[in-house]
């Protein structure tokens, strides 16, 4: 199947799942998620941020572009600011809208200078305790570059987990970079586990490289 | 009549019991990563003894110290601010024991 279609299966696949959900910006109020995520190859991410509402979470972040296809590299470091705009919580189901700002500096490797860079970031999401999606998108600009990141995921958990059990999931994921960091959509198949604070997540992309993520909340 | 006094005396003490657990339904509970919340939040209240969160049930059930309560309002706003919807509270006779069996009941 080639990319193209990959892509629009997996819209109309998330067109029609009851529901759509990934890492959440905003934990809980009074709570601090520390997450941190490497795709080899493209992009290493780490954020921390807090949530003095349920509505609201701030914090700094790091992000790392690599391109594979010219070896450009991108440092950026940023705070940025989530807002929960539209919570819908259903009987067995729940789903967001998460809007963010931000803003910080970027080193550019071909300038080899350092850049006032600007963020800005959508994400929906929905969720059951078997179905799980979100679509994210995810922009920083600067002066001499402009690169957004668009993630869907849509993932399938074998069993329902309850508070006090694993939760384990099975999550395909495609993302796409603008800005010729990737070519086309980078694919990957992602197995992830949560109980309670903790969230672990690792898995392989089309390209055969790692993709993985932790995440705690307290 | 030392037997009566007995029997009175324990289902008052029965009733006082039964009035410290307070079960709560409560929509989007879905995801246990995200519910911990609930229970931080819940935990915090100097009146709360224990607290079981079944996402299975839509249940969140609180035991208090004896003789304390914590209103529906205090319980609505900690739901709330946790990111979630009560639909409805309600002062049971369960104790928590037999919540936590029922739930293992369940999941059986």
């Known amino acids: 199947m080639n990319l193209v279609c990959k892509s629009l299966a997996g819209f109309v696949l998330l067109a029609h799942l009851p529901g759509l959900a990934g890492a959440k910006p905003i934990a809980f109020s009074h709570g601090t998620t520390v ?55 259903m009987e067995a189901a729940q789903a967001n809208v998460f809007v963010w700002g931000g803003a910080g500096q970027a080193y550019v490797s071909e300038t080899n200078d350092h850049q006032f860079t600007g963020n800005a970031g959508a994400q929906i999401d929905y969720e059951t305790r078997r179905v799980y999606s979100s679509l994210k998108t995810d922009l920083y600009r600067s002066a001499d570059f402009s690169h957004r990141i668009d993630t869907l995921q849509l993932g399938l958990a074998p069993y329902k987990h309850d508070y006090d059990t694993l939760a384990t999931w099975v999550v395909v994921q495609a993302r796409r970079f603008t800005g010729e960091i990737h070519e086309g959509t980078e694919w990957a198949l992602l197995l992830r586990l949560f109980k309670r604070g903790g969230w672990i997540e690792a898995g392989v992309t089309d390209d055969g490289k790692l993709q993985a993520m932790a995440m705690v909340n307290f | 009549m030392k037997k009566l006094l007995l029997a009175g005396l324990l289902a008052a003490l ?19 990563f995200c519910a911990q919340g609930i229970e931080k939040t819940l935990r915090k209240n100097p009146a709360t003894e224990d607290v079981v969160v079944s996402l299975e049930d839509k249940l969140v059930a609180i035991a208090t110290h004896p003789g304390q309560d914590i209103s529906d309002a205090e319980l609505t706003q900690a739901l709330t601010d946790a990111g979630y919807d009560v ?19 369940d999941t059986k």
């Open chain 2, 87 to 105: 639909k409805g509270i309600a002062r049971t006779q369960r104790s928590m024991t037999d919540i936590r069996a029922a739930l293992k009941k």
């Open chain 1, 35 to 89: 997450m941190a995520e490497y795709g080899a190859g493209t992009m290493k991410e780490a954020q921390v941020f807090y949530a003095p509402k349920y509505f609201l979470s701030l914090g700094p972040g790091y992000l790392e572009l690599e391109s594979d296809i010219d070896h450009r590299r991108r440092e950026i470091t940023y705070a940025r600011v989530n807002y929960l705009a539209k919570r819908w919580n």
């Open chain 2, 14 to 32: 029965s009733a006082t019991a039964a009035a410290d657990t307070i079960e709560m339904k409560v929509y989007g509970l879905v995801c246990g």
